[in-house]
């Protein structure tokens, strides 16, 4: 079975599907981000949408990266892991002053 990290490693070595894996990176971050903080807490996802009062599809389209879920929603989706949203605004090395 191959593993999540070498399916990445293989289609990144595409050109055109970096591109696109580039252009949806904080989607994919926050997308991650849930996914180990739910699995951190040992929770499916049923178990999470049951405690955020919504469905287990919600919680796998969030966890999908296809689209960025509201500030709200992330901090309702930490709660229900047991956890709390720290937000934090880096400056980009392209930044200029």
């Known amino acids: 079975m191959q593993t999540l990290d070498a399916l990445e490693e293989k289609l990144l070595?595409?050109?055109?599907?970096?591109?696109a894996f580039?252009?949806?990176?904080?989607?994919?971050?926050?997308?991650?981000?849930?996914?180990?903080?739910?699995?951190r807490a040992g929770l499916t996802q049923a178990d999470v949408a049951?405690?955020?009062g919504t469905t287990q599809?919600?919680?796998a389209r969030m966890e999908s990266g296809r689209a960025l879920p509201s500030l709200?929603?992330?901090?309702r989706f930490a709660q229900a892991v047991g956890g709390k949203l720290r937000l934090r605004i880096e400056q980009?090395?392209?930044a200029t002053a």
């Open 13 to 19: 070595a595409d050109a055109q599907a970096k591109a």
């Open 22 to 39: 580039d252009a949806m990176a904080d989607e994919y971050a926050i997308a991650r981000a849930l996914i180990e903080a739910r699995t």
């Open 50 to 52: 049951q405690r955020m």
């Open 57 to 59: 599809s919600a919680v």
């Open 72 to 75: 709200r929603t992330v901090e």
């Open 92 to 94: 980009s090395d392209a």
